[in-house]
């Protein structure tokens, strides 16, 4: 048998590769890998952000999809559609990823639907003032739109979701990173919510420069929203202790009941207490989307 060539294996990646617009295009588009033949779909949280979100396949074929699980701190977001037998992704175990192994990296960047780059491992692990989570990290060239889309190996095994740009860099949620997502969405696991997505800044707070997390968003109805948080407030602490990392609340949060957060409103320090709902999605980080 014949190993499939560079061409063969561009193609079957473009094949499990869709686009994903929201509120019929008019919110943006991204991109989304097939996780399974029977319709489950990957993508980005933050590409899903809309009423209405639909997919179209390398085929041309579009469907509406369903939102069945959200996390804003992994930046993930799982999809339904009534189409079966789909060209499913083939999935790697990204631990075994090495510096320098040749990746490529697949989506729709700029409305170029199926674009495909190359490029190398840069490293796989905590990226710089992104907190404790994992990352692949590739000197590869990623555009808005390639979000969402798949991360590959040389044979075409996924094994990230490119996600976003920091520096020269692009970073990818590892696929065992979600492959544990996906397992949350299967049995169901709620988690903390407070209805906020951050993005880590820098602040200077008595001529001393500490860590913060500035809300970008607020989610209609939730937690935050009722605490009267606004967009534009920079959360410095919680509990009488500052922000060591951007994980710090998220962590915290997982605790549940009432969270005193400390957060500066035009310069100004505020102090809020909020108490932490459960449900589908965790409040994350939106930090250069890709």
Do not use: C
């Amino acid at each position: 048998m014949i190993a499939p060539g560079f061409g063969e294996i561009a193609e079957q990646l473009r094949r499990s590769t869709v686009q994903v617009r929201v509120d019929e295009g008019r919110g943006g588009a991204g991109s989304g890998v097939i996780w399974n033949q029977e319709g489950r779909i990957v993508s980005n949280a933050h590409v899903v952000r809309g009423s209405s979100v639909e997919v179209e396949f390398w085929d041309g074929h579009v469907a509406k999809a369903r939102l069945l699980r959200r996390e804003e701190r992994r930046d993930l977001a799982l999809l339904e559609v009534d189409r079966k037998n789909l060209p499913a992704a083939r999935w790697a175990d990204s631990s075994l990823l090495r510096r320098g192994e040749v990746l490529m990296a697949v989506g729709n960047p700029l409305g170029f639907v199926g674009a495909l780059s190359t490029g190398v491992v840069h490293a796989v692990g905590p990226h710089q003032n992104l907190g404790k989570q994992p990352w692949v990290q590739a000197q590869i060239r990623l555009a808005p739109g390639n979000s969402g889309g798949a991360l590959a190996n040389a044979v075409g095994a996924v094994v990230g979701i490119n996600t976003m740009i920091v520096g020269n860099l692009g970073l990818a949620v590892p696929s065992n990173e979600v492959a544990r997502f996906i397992d949350r969405a299967r049995r169901r696991v709620e988690t903390p919510v407070l209805g906020v997505t951050i993005q880590p800044v820098q602040i200077q707070v008595l001529s001393k420069l500490v860590n913060g997390l500035r809300i970008e968003e607020i989610v209609p109805h939730s937690k935050a929203e009722s605490a009267s948080l606004l967009r534009g407030d920079v959360i410095i602490g919680m509990d009488g202790k500052p922000f060591s990392s951007p994980d710090d609340l998220a962590d915290r949060l997982s605790e549940g009941g009432l969270v005193h957060l400390e957060f500066l409103r035009n310069g100004k320090p505020v102090p809020r207490e909020v108490a932490i709902s459960f449900g589908p999605g965790i409040e994350g980080r939106l930090s250069a989307a890709a």
